[in-house]
């Protein structure tokens, strides 16, 4: 059983940048790819981005494209999440997840999930 924490989320202007972080403990973390997702109120829960297992392999959503980057250090067990020019579209709950065998966007693949951080971006 892999438990998360997730931490650095907060306020921030549009166009800024924040960093989301995600700490693993509980098992074998590294044999697990992890991702990101996001819920906005009244929305269902997003796919944001993925990494793979051990080989770095990363995998967004269109809309973060080139905004977001997702990046993990196996040693430390941790996924992180470099999010720079933000937008007011990007204001969510951040959700990291881990457990899936593959890079997916599919939660449904995913069967470990921290509590989630705010994000809000203001325009």
């Known amino acids: 059983q892999v438990q998360l924490v997730e931490s650095g989320g907060g306020a921030v202007q549009a166009g800024g940048s924040l960093t989301l972080s995600c700490a693993a403990s509980?098992?074998?973390?590294?044999?697990?790819?992890a991702g990101w997702f996001r819920q906005a109120p009244g929305k269902e829960r997003d796919f944001v981005a993925a990494i793979s297992r051990t080989t770095g392999g990363t995998l967004y959503a269109e809309s973060v494209k080139g905004r977001f980057t997702i990046s993990r250090d196996n040693a430390k067990n941790t996924v992180s999440l470099q999010m720079n020019s933000l937008k007011p579209d990007d204001t969510a709950v951040y959700y990291c997840?881990?457990?899936?065998?593959?890079?997916?966007?599919?939660?449904?693949?995913?069967?470990?999930w921290g509590q989630g951080t705010q994000v809000t971006v203001s325009s």
């Open positions: 997840a881990a457990g899936s065998w593959t890079l997916s966007r599919n939660p449904d693949r995913y069967p470990y």
């Open positions: 509980g098992g074998t973390f590294s044999t697990y790819a």
